[in-house]
């Protein structure tokens, strides 16, 4: 991450002190109020459009005949991606605003539901050859209780794919900001944006923990982690934001890993 690259996945973002919000402020985190302007700016953007989506499809390699859980599906565009590979995908997702969206992308046949990540997932035991968490674990204070369940619903053997914002480039944005006094790398800390896409603005409270914590979560919930990606943007990038790429061919933004169920 270099400067403002980490939030180009969203038209603008503002730090925000908890002590600079209002008595009753509004709703973190709160997808139903913003679902069509978070989901117009993600289809084509360079971060998410470009960057992360191709980076996970690219480690989940050939999904073919594999049944995957898209946990934190939003609309529903790496559900889709997988789906004309050849997948069988579930998804799920905390908004009902976002799941609305991904029906109307994916079709009515397309299994979707309403659930919370931090909470039982309304899947059975050794349900899923894969779990794709793209960019849903950073919203989450305590990871444990959902890494249990993704490792629940998964196979013996099977694959949890997911990224996160990267920690190193949220400890440079917080530095860059002057806030290094508040967030300490090596300390798992709350911080909030407020993002404004599509004329609308929300507030997003995200939590950053250090890379020995990820690792440690990962392998308290029974998995080995097998890769651990840093990728370059998608080569299409190149001619489609020839600047962004001219100035910075690799940046931190987000981290990916491949973990395996034991």
Known sequence: M???????HVSSARLTAPSA????PPKANDYNSFAEA?????????????????????????VSGRRILDAGCGSGPLFGALRDRGAVVSGFDASAGMVELARRRLGDSADLQVADLGGPLPYSDDTFDDVVASLVLHYLEDWGPALAELRRVLKPGGRLIASV???????????QAGR??????FDTTNWTEEWTMGGQTALMSIWHRPLHAMIEAFTEAGFRITVISEPEPDPAARELFPEAIAAKRRFLCFLFFVLQAE
């Open 180 to 185: 290094e006094a508040e967030y300490d790398y």
């Open 38 to 62: 978070y989901t117009a700016e993600n289809e084509s953007n360079l971060i998410n459009a470009y960057y992360e989506r191709p980076a996970m499809l690219a480690l989940a390699g050939d």
């Open 21 to 24: 919000l209002a008595v009753d």
């Open 165 to 175: 914002d990267h920690p190193f480039a949220i400890n440079l944005m917080h530095r």
């Open 2 to 8: 270099i400067s403002n690259e980490h939030q180009e």
